[in-house]
């Protein structure tokens, strides 16, 4: 099975499950959808209809009781379906991530904002290395965040809501 290169996003009847009690509880059945470069997909559906279930499935978040029964699912080229979660990993951050609603959920308040970003750069990384600092102060910068260098010192609580986003 391939996919179309040019498809960003390729999710072909997708049925994702949850394991309880010796059931599987089938939270997406069967979906399909597909997004390319430049292009937006909103996601509308009644509470419970499996909308997060979906999006933790293409960023590689499922927990381990949840099981993709069925379909395809690709990112940037990639079969993620029944991907390792290295795998996962290495495309989390790079071609997938996550913009929560409310980012002081995600973020935690004892650390400094550029040791929170280091985190995720190290993982996707695989490891710790020298230009890291540098890396910050660049993410930071291309997000249109200004003095990026006092930006990174500081703590959650000092960044307005909009820039903790
Ligand atoms: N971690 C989980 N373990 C077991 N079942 C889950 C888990 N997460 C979601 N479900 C179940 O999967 C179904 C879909 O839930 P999901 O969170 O994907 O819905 P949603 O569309 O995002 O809803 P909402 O609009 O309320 O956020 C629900 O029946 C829910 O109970
Ligand atoms: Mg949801």
Redesign the pocket.
């Known amino acids: 099975m391939t996919t179309d290169n040019n498809l960003l996003i390729d999710v072909r009847q997708l049925s994702v499950g949850y394991r309880s009690g010796g059931q599987t509880l089938l939270a997406v059945q069967r979906l399909s959808l597909s997004m390319a470069q430049g292009e937006t997909v909103a996601i509308v559906g009644e ?1 419970g209809s499996g ?3 979906l ?1 933790n499935a293409i960023l590689g978040l499922l927990p381990e009781h949840a099981q993709i029964s069925a379909g395809q699912l690709w990112v940037d080229g990639n079969e993620l379906t029944h991907a390792s979660e290295r795998q996962k990993r290495l495309q989390r951050g790079r071609t997938v991530g996550l913009v929560p609603q409310d980012p002081m959920v995600s973020l935690n308040p004892t650390l400094r904002i550029g040791q929170q970003i280091a985190e995720a750069l190290i993982l996707a990384k695989g490891k710790r290395y020298p230009g890291v600092d540098a890396d910050i102060v660049e993410l930071l910068q291309q997000v249109g965040i200004d003095k990026p260098v006092l930006r990174a010192r500081q703590y959650p609580h000092e960044l307005s809501g909009g820039m903790r986003q």
Do not use: G
Request: aromatic residues 0%.
């Open positions: 509470s909308k997060s279930t999006a």
